[in-house]
């Protein structure tokens, strides 16, 4: 008989932005917004429970979240601090497991199964972890707790913030039934307009589906979406979690449309990402690329093969892709894909960082 395991998913409560509030106490009666200060055209990073009832949300438009919330204290993020924030809490995690899972800085699954301390109760564990993460960093935690992926993920968001909650095999099929079906990680909002004009708003909807049906509108996804519908995970809790790319992109204060501004721009994001990458220093680049997006909200991506970090073939691969749009630019990012062959990597080359 296998073994039920026992997954836990913790997620920070609105992180960059708890972090603020313990930072400047004051903020915590104010609606707040990471990210987006260089102008009202930024984007927000995260936002915290006071913004969010107006309607804020992370990765919302600046002048969007204003207009939600004319009252909105906008705060530049400060990731030095989130990163040590982030390996305090990482820390703590290791202390119970040595199977985490980081997603993010302020998310991570952990396989509890074999873990014997807290009478072997997983959701003791969890309930000690959110307890340690409070004391030694001042912040709250959701905390979700099941014997798969899927649903220690959906437990955790279920009544943030602060909370705690374990889904049985037990309570797990009734506790499912009328979730919406976007609480699946991967329906994003394409996906969920379509099955919303299939008559598909629940699990329960999604389980009466046949997979032939499902084959026919969502391809090769229609497995993965029928077991997740019965509340079927088998993803494994993978130890390590490697990157497949990094990037770092600038939303302009202003458009542009000079060459020289552009040059300037890349120069300033390759030499930021040059730093992001030094944490990278074990994998191999595959290739290299730019990010443009245009005043009409269009974008673009241009792509060459490169074993290097080098500045002047981002140069001209902004102005290869430049010349065939000449049009004024809101957005400039560069980025690199790394080799997926973790054995092949080698040091990566990186100019003026020894």
Not at 73 to 93: D, G, W
Not at 179 to 205: A, R
Not at 226 to 241: A, F, L, P, Q, T
């Amino acid at each position: 008989m296998e073994k039920i395991k026992k997954i836990i998913h913790i997620d920070m409560d609105y992180f960059y932005a708890q972090v603020e509030e313990r930072e400047r106490p004051e903020l915590k009666t104010m609606p707040i917004g990471v990210g987006g200060t260089s102008s009202r055209r930024g984007i927000l990073c995260t936002a915290n429970y006071i913004a969010r009832r107006y309607g804020v949300r992370s990765a919302m438009p600046t002048f969007k979240a204003i207009e939600l919330c004319p009252d909105l204290v906008l705060i530049k993020p400060n990731f030095k601090l989130y990163k040590e924030a982030s390996e305090e809490i990482f820390k703590i995690f290791h202390e119970y497991t040595d199977r985490v899972e980081g997603i993010s800085l302020d998310e991570a699954y952990l396989d509890v199964t074999d873990v014997k301390l807290c009478s072997n109760s997983a959701t003791l564990i969890a309930k000690e972890i959110k307890e340690k993460i409070y004391k030694r960093t001042g912040l709250t935690a959701s905390a979700g707790v099941s014997y798969n992926k899927l649903l220690a993920k959906i437990a955790s968001e279920y009544n943030k913030p602060n909370a705690l909650l374990t889904i049985t095999p037990q309570n797990a099929p009734g506790f499912i039934y009328n979730l919406p079906v976007n609480s699946i990680n991967g329906v994003g909002k394409k996906t969920n307009e379509k099955m919303k004009t299939l008559g598909i708003h629940t699990f329960g909807d999604l389980q009466k589906q046949s997979l032939h049906e499902l084959e026919y509108h969502f391809g090769s996804y229609a497995i993965s979406l029928k077991n997740y519908s019965m509340g079927i995970d088998h993803r494994e809790v993978r130890k390590e979690r490697e990157r497949k790319s990094l990037s770092c992109e600038r939303t302009l204060m202003d458009n542009i449309g000079d060459i020289v501004q552009m040059n300037s721009q890349i120069i300033d994001i390759h030499e930021e990402m040059k730093s992001r990458l030094e944490k990278h220093s074990h994998r191999q680049i595959k290739s290299i690329f730019v990010k443009l997006k245009f005043s009409d909200f269009t974008q673009t991506t241009i792509e060459t093969q490169s074993y290097d970090f080098d500045l002047e073939k981002y140069l001209h691969l902004m102005r290869e892709r430049y010349s065939e749009h000449l049009r004024p630019i809101r957005l400039i990012g560069v980025g690199v894909k790394f080799h997926p062959d973790i054995q092949f990597s080698r040091q990566l080359y990186l100019p003026c960082c020894a």
